[in-house]
């Protein structure tokens, strides 16, 4: 059996991206169907990011989305950087008068799927074999199978917000896109512990035997996370070795590291990633599926909300005047942000990670980098003003 349907946005995935834009353009009057290949369940309890940019909570805010992560969310004016074994502040209140919110991506996509669905919305979850067709046609069409029924969605644009495995960016002809990438010789094994946070801010921390970043979910879950090899295998890292390694690589005079029962851990690769063009005929690419930044500037989430929020202004100016330059634009305005947040997230990570080939001098140099950052104002701002997020465009 065959289903035909239509929609003005057929968006593919239903991450961050994906419903930040339906529940954006639904706001405008604007109609889109969703469809995404894992249960609504799986989203929503996939551990990924915690830090949202001021940015990206006052859209939350904005859209009627942010009324939990106003309650729930922990506010925070700063971060700490320690090395040589001692910690020193960087204050963004002071140096750019904002902070950022520390609430889980899960509970940002529960927020967003209930909003979708009060509104009466179509996020269609456990959706297979989905392909994007007739891209640089005015009338590009998404299949997919749903309960054993074909369908096939007629739509004006498709935006793919389907993540770095997603099937938009495979669907572009390879000749007409440009990739940039570097592939780092470390990964992150984090864990998810029924601990209180070490600190009411987060704690990234450089030392000898690798990075380690003390970060939280709630005034009782801790977020933690070790450098380790790219193919580290979790399965040789006991509870115990995790919480030694932790205590060791933070260590400063006068404190200790609160410890508890680990929930949930595992080991995720690092990667920068740029795809040039976002955009090929009437397929439009946003978040992950376009860019990955590696983790330590906590920019991925907010970098894939920025996109879309640039995606929906061009496509309110389509249906509202005719007009398409905003639309025909949309690569460029995102990737003079992208570049930006590549950038940063290049620099943290490279800041604050020990490379196999680095030798004793490249380590001092890291720890007089840290040392200048957090002792010159003018480095620290740099710092703070691209954490708490920059403007938007
Ligand atoms: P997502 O979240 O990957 O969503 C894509 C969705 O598309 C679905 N999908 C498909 N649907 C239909 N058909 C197909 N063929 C499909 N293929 C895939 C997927 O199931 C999924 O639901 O991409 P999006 O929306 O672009 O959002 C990106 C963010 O999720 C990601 O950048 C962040 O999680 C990155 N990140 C962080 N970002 C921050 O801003 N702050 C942080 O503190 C932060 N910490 C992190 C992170 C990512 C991490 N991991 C695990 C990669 C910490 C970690 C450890
Ligand atoms: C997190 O809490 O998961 C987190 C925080 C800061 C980062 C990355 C991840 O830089």
Request: a negative charge; hydrophobic letters at 40%.
């Amino acid at each position: 059996m065959n289903k035909r349907t239509r929609t003005q946005v057929g968006i593919v995935g239903a991450g961050p991206a994906g419903l930040v834009l339906s529940h954006l353009l639904h706001l405008q009057g604007i109609e889109s169907v969703v469809v995404e290949n894992c249960s609504r369940k799986h989203v929503e309890e996939r551990v990924r990011a915690g830090v949202l940019e001021q940015n990206t909570a006052d859209l939350l805010t904005q859209m009627g989305v942010g009324e939990r992560m106003q309650q729930e969310g922990l506010v925070h004016y700063g971060i700490e950087l320690r090395f040589n074994g001692r910690g020193h502040r960087i204050d963004f209140k002071e140096l750019t008068g904002n902070g950022i919110v520390i609430y889980p991506q899960h509970k940002v996509l529960n927020d967003l799927n209930e909003a979708r669905i009060a509104a009466g919305a179509e996020v269609l979850f456990e959706v297979q074999d989905v392909s994007v067709h007739d891209l640089t046609t005015s009338t590009p069409l998404i299949r997919f199978r749903k309960d054993g029924i074909d369908h096939e969605l007629g739509c004006d644009f498709i935006a793919g917000c389907d993540g770095f495995h997603g099937i938009c960016r495979p669907s572009i002809p390879s000749g007409a896109l440009t990739v940039y990438e570097r592939d780092y010789p470390f990964g992150w094994l984090g864990v998810l512990a029924e601990a209180p946070p070490a600190s009411h801010e987060l704690i990234y921390t450089l030392h000898e035997r690798g990075f380690a970043l003390l970060s939280m979910r709630s005034p009782t879950i801790s977020r933690l996370y070790l450098q380790c090899k790219p193919d580290e295998d979790i399965g040789q890292w006991s509870d115990e070795q995790i919480w030694s390694e932790l205590r060791v690589r933070t260590a400063a005079e006068n404190w200790g590291l609160p410890e508890g029962r680990i929930l949930q851990k595992g080991v995720t690769g690092m990667r920068s990633f740029v795809v040039e063009s976002m955009q090929h005929g009437r397929l439009f690419l946003a978040g992950d599926s376009a860019h990955i930044v590696p983790p330590t500037g906590a920019k991925g989430l907010n970098l894939a909300v920025a996109d879309v929020q640039v995606l929906a202004r061009g496509l309110v100016e389509f249906y509202k005047n005719r007009h398409k330059a905003e639309l025909d634009r949309y690569s460029e305005t995102c990737l003079r942000r992208v570049w930006k947040v590549q950038r940063f997230s290049w620099w943290m990570t490279s800041m604050l990670h020990r490379f196999p080939d680095e030798n004793p001098f490249d380590y001092r140099r890291q720890l007089a980098e840290l040392d200048y950052v957090t002792s010159s104002q003018a480095a620290a701002k740099s710092l703070a003003e691209n954490y708490v997020g920059l403007p938007m465009d």
